[in-house]
């Protein structure tokens, strides 16, 4: 019998059940599985639009799914996945982190006794993070460089070990919307995509006057959930001519110049804090950052001293 947690989780040994989970987590699929065993485990982690799925099979399973309508990123641990999209094979194994297919299009393949990860986001991500002044396609699933493929893979492993397995997430959603951008930034930097180079761009915005009105919103509004098309949009100027200004002006990003200011803020707090009201972790997700250890290294880089010792003081 099929066994289902709170919709975190699926064990079951029956195909019929199998379909129907696959269908309502995914996309309508048809399935099929070659081995007298036929056993699938599901373990999801999901908050703000991020979704991660730990997925176990025994057995070869042929699939043949709809569009997926999100960004869906596979991690193999073990086994083989081999994808028939559009009638050629390619096949995936160990090591490889890549696209399944692309959000808007059906497709098809075949998965063999495999242990992987699914992680999905909203494709509109893609053209937040970047420059371009619309959407961004990917337009290859394979990332360009083993470099790329291991730097996707520890994003992924990043967000799915650091962000959607605390246990308080939910109350964090600043932190799980940084998570999603980081994320899709990875996924830009490391597969194909329809984005223009920057080089591409015009700079003739790329002026103080940019920096000043940028700036003056990000530190206004460093509380929210605040993305580049939205810096962009304050000034008005494309993401693109943003990036430039801060590149010529701060020799910065608009985005890490936002970083500095959460972490000011969160210096802020650890300061005013009473002892045993907060804690360094609480404080860090309240202003989006999710791996401890790298907001202890930012922190210290800034202020000399560890959070835990500013806290205490």
């Known amino acids: ?25 995914y996309t309508p699929m048809r399935v099929g599985g070659k081995a007298e065993s036929t056993r699938t485990r599901v373990v999801r982690h999901a908050a703000g639009g991020l979704v991660v799925d730990r997925l176990s099979l025994d057995y070869t399973m042929a699939y ?23 009638g050629a094979e390619e096949v995936f194994g ?9 959000h808007d299009r059906p497709y098809s393949g075949e998965v063999c ?11 509109a991500l893609l053209g937040q993070v970047s420059t371009a002044d619309g959407p961004v396609a990917l337009t290859g699933a394979r990332a360009v460089s083993a470099d790329a493929n291991r730097l996707l893979g520890s994003a992924v492993a990043h967000v799915r070990d650091h962000v959607l397995t605390d246990p308080d997430v939910d109350a964090h ?17 490391a597969l194909p995509h329809s984005a223009p180079d920057r080089e591409a761009g015009d700079g003739r915005d790329a002026t103080s006057r940019t920096v000043r009105a940028a700036v003056a919103y990000i530190e206004e509004n460093a509380d929210r959930d605040i993305t580049l098309a939205d810096i962009a949009a304050c000034v008005p100027v494309s993401p693109r001519a943003v990036q430039y200004a801060f590149a010529r002006h701060l020799d910065s990003t608009p985005l890490a110049y936002l970083r500095r200011v959460r972490l000011a803020l969160a210096h802020a707090d650890l300061k005013a804090a009473e002892p045993g009201t907060a804690t360094v972790t609480s404080v860090a997700m309240r202003w989006g950052f999710a791996h401890p250890g790298r907001f202890a290294a930012a922190y210290r880089s800034a202020y000399g001293r560890a959070p835990s010792s500013t806290l205490r003081a």
């Not at 043949?64 to 559009?86: I, P, Q, S, W």
């Not at 090591?95 to 399944?100: A, H, Q, S």
């Not at 959603?173 to 930097?189: E, F």
């Open 64 to 86: 043949d799914a709809g569009c997926l309508n999100r960004v869906c990123l596979v991690t193999m641990a073990e086994g083989t996945l081999v994808d028939t999209t559009g």
């Open 173 to 189: 959603p600043m932190l799980v919307a940084n998570a999603a951008r980081y994320l899709a930034s990875a996924t830009l930097r």
């Open 94 to 102: 160990p090591g490889d982190t890549f696209l399944l297919a692309p």
């Open 1 to 25: 019998m099929a066994r289902q947690v709170k919709e975190l989780g699926f064990d079951s040994g029956s195909m019929e059940a199998t379909e129907d989970f696959l269908s309502s987590a």
């Open 113 to 123: 006794s495999a242990r992987y990860t699914i992680t999905m986001f909203d494709p």
